[in-house]
T-cell receptor, first 118, second 110 residues
Framework: QVQLQESGPGLVKPSETLSLTCAVS?????????WGWIRQPPAKGLEWIAN???????YYNPSLESRLFISVDTSQNRFSLKLRSVTAADTAVYYC???????????WGPGTMIIVSS | QSALTQPASVSGSPGQSITISCTGT?????????VSWYQQRPDKAPKLIVF???QRPSGVSSRFSGSKSGSTASLTISGLQAEDESDYYC??????????FGTGTRVNVL
């Protein structure tokens, strides 16, 4: 059974860098698929952040691209996200997910709440 | 990259059919047959219920069906049940390998 689990700091100060990791179990990232990040601000809708292919090809939301970096570590079977210069608008539940292709996010982690506050 | 437009809420009685629309543009929904739909219960991660406009993942009830006409995709829930009361989101592939979600629809079962 494939499972994803996000991990992060919970609280980040404004202007700092948010770092998140998604650990994958039950499936080897190097075997394929796209792996993505999606977020949801409190009481708001979903926003796609970025996707990465197991080979390292990346795809970013144009509105976040200048602050984003995602990477994959096949040796640790996990992928990560870094979001620079965070503001209160980046407060959200952050999900990682496996994309079976063209945005069909078929397996999701439970999500991790990130609050940006001083 | 603007969010796809969905109605804020749709209501129906048990046993009825309801349809949720997802309107995009000729650059996303209208251009690609890569629209997916998600069901999200409170405080839970979304669940994929339709992909590639009309395909259902294994294990998803046949009461959920998807379609598309022009730049508008639709999700129909037939035989509405109390357990269908959730938020629903559409998602579309866009040029350059990016994606955009819909604004979300709350389904109320009366």
């Amino acid at each position: 059974q494939v499972q994803l689990q996000e991990s992060g700091p919970g609280l980040v100060k404004p202007s700092e860098t948010l770092s998140l990791t998604c650990a994958v179990s039950g499936f080897s990232i190097s075997s394929g698929y796209f792996w993505g990040w999606i977020r949801q601000p409190p009481a708001k809708g979903l926003e796609w952040i970025a996707n990465i292919y197991h080979s390292g090809n990346t795809y970013y939301n144009p509105s976040l691209e200048s602050r984003l970096f995602i990477s994959v570590d096949t040796s640790q079977n996990r992928f990560s996200l870094k979001l620079r210069s965070v503001t209160a608008a980046d407060t959200a539940v952050y999900y990682c997910a496996r994309d079976r292709g063209f945005g069909a996010f078929e397996i999701w982690g439970p999500g991790t709440m990130i609050i940006v506050s001083s | 990259q603007s969010a796809l437009t969905q109605p804020a809420s749709v209501s129906g009685s048990p046993g009825q059919s309801i349809t949720i629309s997802c309107t995009g543009t000729g650059s996303d929904v209208g251009r690609y047959d890569y629209v997916s739909w998600y069901q999200q219960r409170p405080d839970k991660a979304p669940k994929l219920i339709v992909f590639d406009v009309s395909q259902r993942p294994s294990g998803v009830s046949s009461r959920f069906s998807g379609s598309k006409s022009g730049s508008t995709a639709s999700l129909t829930i037939s035989g509405l049940q109390a357990e269908d009361e959730s938020d629903y989101y559409c998602n579309s592939y866009t040029p350059s390998g990016t994606f955009v979600f819909g604004t979300g629809t709350r389904v109320n079962v009366l």
